[in-house]
């Protein structure tokens, strides 16, 4: 089954501790992104990857970290995770990055108290 | 750039009556537009899609939009809601600059009233 599968779905954190939200889809799809879901404001990409190596800020990149090292792996890393990051996070992964349909991830629910 | 507006946050159907949900687009050339849902707890699943051509699209569930040009509109429509379709809905357009490929609107939740 072709999907996109992002972990943990929910995850409860302290100010400041590392985290790493992982994200891996099997439908060999050159483009992945990261997006933030907040009330109100929709979603916001966060950092896109065209293809391996290929990484690149979104329209929210400030707190976050990516790496694409092999093609079907997009983690999304919080080096030092503030209360204001607590949101809901989507990854998602396209064929390309023209328009065509992106596949959703089921969502990662942080929290950072 | 490219925005998307939503202008109605909440929206609450009765089970049995047609639905529209209103999206209008800021773009400088021809759009690629998208509308998802996202079920509570769900991920987003794609409704349906417009590229070009008929200006009414269809999609799955019994859902259709219209892309009219003259009003940056992309209004998504269903002429009978179940309740099954409560939830969050996204109008997205296309933005082909360079790495980007959708910008979101807020959001319209869905309510529907047995």
């Known amino acids: 089954e072709a999907q996109v599968t992002q972990n943990p779905r929910y995850l409860i954190t302290v100010t400041g501790k590392k985290l790493t939200v992982t994200c891996s889809q099997n439908m060999n799809h050159e483009y992945m992104s990261w997006y933030r879901q907040d009330p109100g404001l929709g979603l916001r990409q966060i950092y896109y990857s065209m293809n391996v190596e290929v990484t690149d800020k979104g329209d929210v990149p400030e707190g976050y970290k990516v790496s694409r090292k092999e093609k079907r792996n997009f983690p999304l890393i919080l080096e030092s995770p503030s209360p204001n990051q607590t949101s809901l996070y989507f990854c998602?992964?396209?064929?390309?990055?023209?328009?065509?349909?992106?596949?959703f991830g089921q969502g990662t629910r942080l929290t950072v108290v | 750039a490219q925005s998307v507006t939503q202008p109605d946050i909440h929206i609450t159907v009765s089970e049995g009556a047609s639905l529209e949900l209103r999206c209008n687009y800021s773009?400088?050339?021809?759009?690629?537009l998208f509308w998802y849902v996202q079920s509570p707890g769900q991920g987003l699943q794609l409704l349906l899609k417009y590229f070009s051509g008929d200006t009414l699209v269809q999609g799955i569930k019994g859902f259709e939009a219209e892309f009219k040009r003259s009003q940056s509109s992309f209004n998504l429509r269903k002429p009978s809601v179940h309740w099954s379709d409560a939830a969050e809905y996204f109008c997205a357009v296309g933005a082909p600059n360079y790495g980007q490929n959708f910008v979101f609107g807020p959001g319209t939740r869905l309510s529907v009233l047995p």
């Open positions: 773009y400088g050339a021809t759009p690629y």
């Open positions: 998602a992964s396209s064929f390309s990055e023209m328009n065509t349909e992106a596949f």
